[in-house]
C-alpha cells in the first residue's frame, strides 16, 4: 500500500491536520511503526511531490524507526507521486530532496 492510499484510508480525504496529534495503537508486530514511518515520510514530502512539507518531532524510544529506514520511506513517497520515477536524473533528485528533508 503506497502512502496516499494508506493516508486517505486512515484520515479520509482531507488528510492529517496541521499541528494535530495522533495516537496509533495495537498489538506487538501489527505494523504501528511502518504506519507511523509512512505518515512521517508523507508528511516530510514537498508538496509538489504530493506531501504535506511539515517539520516533525519523533521521539523514538524504541529505535525501529531510523534516519535511513525514515529516508528510504521519504525516497518512496517521492517516487510514488512522479512520473519521472525512471529517469536516472530524478532519482539523483529524490535522493539530494531526501536528504534536506531528514535535516
Given at each position: 500500500?503506497?502512502?496516499?492510499?494508506?493516508?486517505?484510508?486512515?484520515y479520509?480525504?482531507?488528510?492529517?491536520?496541521?499541528?494535530?496529534?495522533?495516537?496509533?495503537?495495537?498489538?506487538?508486530?501489527?505494523?504501528?511503526?511502518?504506519?507511523?514511518?509512512?505518515?512521517?515520510?508523507?508528511?516530510?514530502?514537498?508538496?509538489?511531490?504530493?506531501g504535506?512539507?511539515?517539520?516533525?518531532?519523533?521521539?523514538?524510544?524504541?529505535?525501529?524507526?531510523?534516519?535511513?529506514?525514515?529516508?528510504?520511506?521519504?525516497?518512496?513517497?517521492?517516487?510514488?507521486?512522479?512520473?519521472?520515477?525512471?529517469?536516472?536524473?530524478?532519482?539523483?533528485?529524490?535522493?539530494?530532496?531526501?536528504?534536506?528533508?531528514?535535516?
Amino acid at each position: 500500500m503506497v502512502s496516499g492510499q494508506l493516508h486517505s484510508s486512515v484520515y479520509g480525504p482531507c488528510g492529517v491536520d496541521d499541528q494535530s496529534m495522533t495516537e496509533i495503537s495495537g498489538p506487538p508486530n501489527s505494523g504501528k511503526s511502518l504506519v507511523l514511518q509512512q505518515l512521517m515520510a508523507h508528511c516530510l514530502v514537498p508538496y509538489e511531490y504530493g506531501g504535506r512539507q511539515m517539520s516533525i518531532i519523533l521521539i523514538n524510544l524504541s529505535h525501529k524507526i531510523t534516519k535511513e529506514s525514515l529516508g528510504k520511506a521519504v525516497l518512496d513517497e517521492l517516487r510514488s507521486h512522479s512520473k519521472a520515477a525512471e529517469d536516472p536524473s530524478a532519482e539523483a533528485k529524490f535522493t539530494e530532496i531526501a536528504k534536506r528533508c531528514l535535516l
